[in-house]
């Protein structure tokens, strides 16, 4: 093999992350090694110099929704709130591989919304001002402009549902999503935290209104704060708690198709026939669909999902027809009632909770793990997470992003 | 390079052989990179090209070095090549054609020549673990990164103007579909259909027979009568050039078809009642330095390049065998007159060290030290057993010693395996086990349509399915034979060929801490190639478990996914993508002139020319609007007003028969899901109405509530959207002109009120209904007519009415009307966020009913005040029309948006509705709005919604 001649840039370290047996006892356990829980993980102790902290994980390092999703960063969301913590998250994201000195293949390459109907277009156009008033970069684009950005699509009106127009972020991209979740890894285990795999959180302890520890499948373990953040399995895990929560789980489904020549330059999102599409570095077609409408923990889905997926793709972008698909997964992304995360405390003082992302958790992780680890380290939400807190399902104080967001994340 | 002339290209080709599938009085030329090329009938690409001599067909994926032959077979990872504008085709699978434009993929900088530059110059970006490589400070380098991997990138080409293929789905209901058409399959689908199975057998490969196909004379012999059975048994379906590529819950398979003349792929989606997998083998790669040199080929790579196409593989070859199939290469390489120079018995310790050579195999250096020039190197070190079908079905396959390789664990009851995926065993053993497998396949699925069918007593008594089966017998074990471990010699090669993974990534891995199989995947990108691991898996499994001290069966495998081959995307969406809707009077649209208007699955007119002479007309005379994609659902039975009260904010017990009623319909969460009014035209029939873009909306709505909810209800539901033409007639002269066409109504303002409804006939068509209502907030009447005479009530009206000024008007001109008038709609003017106090609904909503959706959300909100209203505005400024989607702003932040925005035709000035914050609704408050273009522009809150005859007298005149 060919040897890294002399001056190219350092080869990967020897070591990644210990793999150490759980102690008895921390100050914070994060049950749930995957992008979200490592990023919490990472900025407890970055930036609140927590570091007797334990993740523990029941699989492999982010082997869930870390591992299934299509890696689709953006901020362009309606809402106030939502801006706030997607475009924290994104600012965060244009900084993180040189703040974790790992490359995550960060790839500004611009995301289009497209516009097939004058609803969504009316829709488009409304969130591309709600941007510009919260400081996010949005544009809208015609048709034309639309080809401009992404040639490959089919503008032409005799399509079924003929591109209207399309939102357009710049600063929107993709990275890969594996050297995220090492890269966070990494950091949070050179910083003393301790990454527990293969350990099955089997029960919650909960002493007068306050959490004492967990029970695993690795022993017991005491901990001073818990923070949950399992994503599809968080009602799992809160019901071990006493707390039931608003979040139906249900699997979504992505592929990749075989290797191509770059053809596809941007990322391309159509919420109206339920398609995202992007071309990864090395040269295969990312898509995700909606959700599967079922609700399931298995993480297999329905082929007519797919099937679905696939005709709305090549009505797009008919150039795909011949490409093949090499492989079909999915993955279990629990929903919540408004489409928004839910992120903050709960009932059971010193638990603490991250769920709800639906199919939008890829591209919140620092920025959810930057207010979870304020969260949790003061005890009380963070500004920016404060609107997703788990009360406003009783108080009526919604963030509804079904709108703009309800499918493609 | 030199050019081949069709009449003495095919040098390496053999004389005619037993079992040769090419057809030598069929020859034909094709194009591989410009350059003519002669093949026969039955050659594939690979095959045509290796009897003209040509040995390298692609590049690698990342270090671009030369791939040429290997398993001679689909999987063959360095035969992928372009067909035209078809990318990443199987050049070892796909059959060569007359005039085929083939070319080689990932070329750069050329296939045949190195350029020894390459490496030194991106060589930062090539080290081990080249794709997933971390760098110090990658912010600086990024750039340059990902131009080099841009230009790395190895795929086939899509072009933008690719021809469309046709595509295709299908449905199948087999009794038993058996996975693999080798010998196992072909005894186990003959053996179920005997037993009465409907059986489908599908098969990979373009002709049934597995090995046998390229064996012995006695094999040859035991190929043709297990084809004549297949071929005489009754309900057989064989489908070759196809794969079954998915196993779903309750054996859902999706099968892949690749034969059909004209049909590029089809998707067969069948539920079977049982599976029967039955893949046979899959041949090892061994991993040595050296392992991916052109001319290093698998044993059966050699044997079915030698007996299937005639091509004589090389001229001097070291053999190295460890099974007896190995052993039989070794005879098809004397009798195709290659010297074999040295045969390495792998079954008897060491093997060999490494093969050396640039652009392909130049000599092997054996364990015993000794080298051995040669052109070839055969190895069969063992097999693979394709156990992802068995994952899919929820089997996690065990490692056996004695087999070395994976072996079924715990199937479910509806699958079983046959052949090599079972055990060993001579011929006559794996086709005897096969039948019994088929037999039971065929009694499982009668046992499966027996209880299917036992919970309907209309079929109970019916026979589905096959017959009773046999009485049952156990299935008999297949033995395990037992197979040299032999995964990897002393040096380290590559282990995943179209990932370019070797042996030694797969350690380094290891060493920084990627100890787990499904992290070394992921890190390594080892068996996530286009063959998905079926090569590779077990090498990699049994390397990862050397570096960690562990056992392979400790290591385990990856989870495989499907497809279990690839499958086109075109085959996947078929052929249509949504059905078009329009409504009886389309053709008469389109006569004259109208625009279309995409809404949802509708094509309506958006107007017919001059939207605001349309409104003009219905102001002041009478204009008629086709609304028939308005949905529509005709509700029977005495619980119709629980189902209205329950859906509804609104009450709905005392609607007399003869009334209709606007309803408001909220989602639990409060917010407006739909609107529209509901008639009820005798005791116990009502037609409900929602917007055209929420009717499928409603109607799940309504069944949800019905069939999860109280079911106890004694309603019955017809969806009619379509079984009635809709037309709304407005303009206060509108009674006038239906007069002429109404029969037996009276339409007299006091016989015929506002908001009531009537059955009559019109224009001499019987069985329509008509209300007043008043979208447009003119003297109105909806008329809704049998489908069939939609075209000639429409025409009626327009010549009837000639003579008051009647004019068709479009959706746009409904929209400027219903703004003036101050009507909201949803979806459009209410968002995700909209509950009904919000769009000044509070009118309709009652809350002393105990209950109906929403409630519990609208009891919260007609608590609180902090919400954003619906209000009418008026830009201060009537000649500036703010965009509809505009933002409302107060100091920096939003605190509105304009959801609805025109110029009205009729007050000669713009007019709105939007959302504002709390502190802003009262009347005479102004508001900013911001333009797109950053501008800003005042605007005045009005009092009540409608700018236009707020006092509704003239919908009731």
């Not at chain 2, 750069?108 to 760098?135: E, I, M």
């Not at chain 2, 067969?268 to 001319?295: C, H, M, Q, S, W």
């Not at chain 2, 098809?332 to 060290?353: F, H, M, W, Y």
């Not at chain 2, 102004?926 to 605007?939: C, S, W, Y």
């Amino acid at each position: 093999m060919t040897a890294a001649p002399d001056g190219a840039p350092q080869e990967h370290p020897s070591w990644l992350w210990r793999n150490p047996d759980p102690k008895p006892s921390y100050d914070v356990v994060i049950i749930g090694a995957g992008g979200h829980g490592l990023a919490t993980a990472y900025y407890l102790a970055a930036e609140h110099g927590i570091t007797n902290v334990a993740v523990v994980e029941r699989g492999w390092l982010a082997g869930g929704n870390m591992a299934r999703n299509t890696t689709i960063i953006r901020s362009n969301y309606l809402w106030d709130a939502s801006a706030g913590i997607y475009e924290h998250s994104l600012k965060l994201w244009e900084g993180l591989a040189e703040a974790l000195d790992y490359d995550i293949l960060f790839s500004q390459r611009g995301v289009l919304n497209l516009a097939h109907t004058l609803q969504d277009v009316r829709e488009g156009i409304r969130r591309v001002n709600a941007n510009r008033l919260n400081g996010i970069d949005a544009e809208w684009l015609d048709p034309q402009q639309v080809a401009d950005v992404c040639p490959i699509v089919d503008i032409s009106p005799d399509t079924r549902y003929p591109v209207l127009g399309a939102t357009y972020q710049p600063r929107g991209g993709i990275a890969k999503h594996d050297h995220v979740a090492w890269a966070f890894a990494r950091a949070a285990d050179a910083m003393g935290v301790d990454l527990v795999q293969n350990c099955e959180v089997t029960g919650i302890d909960v002493d007068r209104g306050r959490v004492a520890g967990l029970r695993t499948s690795r022993g017991p373990i005491t901990a001073g704060k818990v923070a949950l953040c399992a994503a599809g399995h968080s009602s799992v895990l809160a019901g071990m708690a006493g707390l039931r929560l608003p979040i139906q789980s249900h699997p979504l489904q992505a592929l990749v198709s075989e290797l191509l020549e770059p053809v596809h330059p941007c990322v391309v999102m159509s919420n109206a026939v339920h398609v995202y599409v992007s071309q990864a570095h090395k040269g295969e077609l990312v898509m995700g669909a909606g959700v599967d409408a079922y609700i399931s923990y298995a993480q297999r889905g329905s082929v007519h999902t797919i099937e679905r997926q696939m005709s709305a793709a090549l009505e797009l972008f008919p150039i795909f027809a011949r490409a093949h698909v090499l492989r079909t997964w999915a993955g279990i992304v629990d929903v919540s009632p408004d489409a928004s995360p839910i992120l903050g405390l709960t009932p059971v003082e010193h638990l603490y909770i991250n769920c709800g992302w639906g199919t939008g958790g890829f591209k919140a992780t620092p920025g959810a793990g930057s207010v979870y680890a304020h969260t949790i380290a003061s005890d009380a939400p963070h500004p920016l997470n404060a609107p997703f807190s788990l009360e406003r399902f009783t108080t009526g104080a919604l963030v509804d992003e079904h709108g703009a967001a309800a499918v493609a994340h | 390079m030199t050019a081949v002339s069709a009449r003495t290209g095919m040098t390496l080709r053999l004389e005619p052989q037993p079992g040769e599938v090419i057809d030598r009085n069929r020859p034909l030329e094709f194009t591989w990179n410009g350059q003519r090329f002669p093949a026969y009938h039955g050659d594939t690409i690979v095959s045509a090209l290796a009897a003209c001599g040509e040995r390298i067909f692609s590049r690698s994926f990342k270090y671009h070095r030369p791939r040429g032959l290997l398993s001679a077979s689909f999987l063959d990872p360095g035969c992928t090549v372009q067909v035209g504008d078809e990318p990443n085709v199987r050049g070892a699978h796909r059959r060569v054609e007359p005039g085929m434009v083939v070319s080689a993929q990932n070329v750069w900088p050329s296939l045949r020549y190195d350029v020894k530059s390459v490496n030194q110059v991106v060589g930062r970006f090539l080290t081990a673990g080249f794709y997933y490589k971390t760098f110090i400070k990658p912010q600086r380098l990024w750039p340059a990164y990902e131009r080099v991997l841009r230009r790395f990138s190895s795929g086939g080409v899509v072009a933008k103007d690719s021809a469309h293929g046709y595509y295709d789905k299908r449905y199948a209901h087999p009794d038993v579909v058996v996975a693999g058409g080798g010998p196992a399959g072909m005894a186990a689908a003959v053996a179920a259909a005997e037993a009465g199975a409907a059986v489908l057998l599908v098969e990979e490969e373009y002709e049934l027979g597995g090995h046998l196909r390229w064996g012995d004379a006695g094999q040859l012999e035991a190929l043709r009568e297990l084809r004549a059975a297949v071929a005489a048994a009754p309900g057989v379906e064989v489908m070759t050039n196809s794969v079954v590529n998915g196993r779903y819950d309750g054996n859902w398979l999706g099968i892949v078809q690749r034969n059909l003349p004209h049909v590029v792929e089809r998707l067969v989606k069948a539920r079977a009642k049982t599976l029967v997998v039955a893949p046979g083998l899959i041949e090892r790669p061994y991993v040595f330095e050296g392992n991916d040199l052109p001319g290093v080929m698998l044993s059966t790579g050699v044997r079915r390049l030698v007996n299937l196409h005639a091509v004589k593989p090389g001229q001097r070859a070291v053999v190295l065998s460890a099974n007896p199939e190995g052993d039989a290469a070794i005879d098809d390489l004397a009798r195709a007159g290659v010297e074999v120079a040295k045969v390495v018995d792998g079954r008897r310790g060491p093997t060999i060290q490494r093969a050396t050579g640039s652009r392909g195999v130049q000599a092997v250096e054996c364990a015993d030290g000794t080298v051995v020039d040669c052109d070839l190197l055969v190895t069969a070190v063992g097999w693979t057993a394709p156990t992802a079908l068995l994952n899919m079905a929820g089997d996690r396959p065990v490692y056996s010693e004695r087999a070395a390789r994976f072996l079924p664990s715990l199937l479910p009851d509806d699958v079983l395996v046959a052949g090599g995926i079972a055990g060993d065993g001579p011929l006559e053993q794996l086709t005897e086990h096969a039948r019994a497998v088929g037999r039971e396949a065929a009694g499982r699925a009668a046992e499966t349509a027996r209880s299917l069918c036992a919970g309907i007593p209309q079929i109970a008594e019916r026979r589905a399915g096959p017959p009773d089966p046999e009485p049952a017998v156990a299935l008999p074990e297949l033995p395990v034979e037992d197979h040299p471990a032999l995964f990897f010699s002393g040096t380290r090669g590559f282990v995943d060929f179209s990932e370019d993974v070797t042996a030694k990534d797969l350690i380094a891995a290891a060493e920084e801490g990627y100890d787990s199989i499904e992290l070394v995947k992921r890190y390594t990108t080892v068996t996530m190639g286009p063959s998905q691991g079926k090569l590779e898996t077990v090498n990699a499994v049994a390397v990862l478990a050397a570096a960690t001290g562990r056992t392979i069966a400790e290591t385990g495998t990856t989870v495989w996914r499907p497809p279990y081959a690839p499958i086109t995307l075109g085959a996947l969406a078929g052929r249509i993508f949504e059905p078009v809707r329009h409504s009886p009077m389309q053709p008469w649209h389109e006569a004259a002139g109208a625009t279309p208007l995409v809404a949802g699955a509708w094509i309506r007119p958006d107007s017919y020319g001059d939207p605001a002479g349309e409104v003009r007309a219905v102001r002041s005379g009478v204009g008629i609007i086709d609304v028939t994609p308005l949905g529509k659902f005709d509700l029977r039975g005495p619980d119709v007003p629980e189902l209205l009260n329950q859906l509804y904010v609104n009450k709905w017990s005392r609607l007399d028969v003869g009334s209709v009623r606007y309803g408001v319909m909220c989602a639990e969460d409060g917010v407006v899901l739909d609107d529209g009014v509901t008639g009820r035209l005798a005791e116990d029939r009502y037609i409900l109405t929602a917007t055209s873009s929420g009717a499928a909306t409603v109607q799940e709505w309504i069944e949800s509530w019905l069939q999860t909810e109280r079911p106890d209800w004694r309603i019955h539901v017809t969806p009619v959207t379509t079984a009635y033409a809709s037309i709304n007639v407005a303009g206060p002269r509108s009674r006038e002109l239906l007069g002429r066409l109404v029969e037996d109504v009276d339409l007299a303002n006091e016989a015929f009120p506002y908001m009531r409804v009537r059955v009559g006939r019109i224009a001499g068509v019987d069985g329509c209904f008509m209300w007043r209502i008043g979208f447009t907030g003119e003297l109105s009447y909806e008329l809704h007519v049998p489908a069939s005479h939609g075209l000639r009530v429409w025409e009626a009206l327009l010549e009837r009415g000639a003579d008051l000024g009647v004019r068709p008007f479009g959706v746009e001109a409904q929209r400027i009307l219903r703004l003036e008038k101050g009507h909201f709609i949803v979806g459009q003017d209410t968002d995700g966020l909209t509950q009904a106090y919000g769009a000044g609904l509070g009118w309709a909503v009652k809350l002393d009913k105990p209950d109906f959706a929403g409630r519990t959300e609208l009891v919260w909100q007609s608590r609180r005040d902090d919400y954003f209203r619906l209000v009418g505005l008026q830009p201060v400024d009537g000649s500036v029309v703010p965009p509809e989607a505009s933002q409302i702003v107060l100091g920096r932040g939003i605190a509105g948006r304009i959801t609805s925005s025109r110029m009205s035709p009729t007050l000669g000035r713009s007019i709105c509705l939007g959302f504002v914050a709390p502190s802003l609704t009262g009347p005479g408050t102004q508001v900013t709005v911001r333009l797109p273009d950053g501008g800003e522009v005042a605007a005045t809150v009005m009092p009540q919604h409608a700018h236009f005859d707020p006092e509704g007298t003239r919908q009731r005149g």
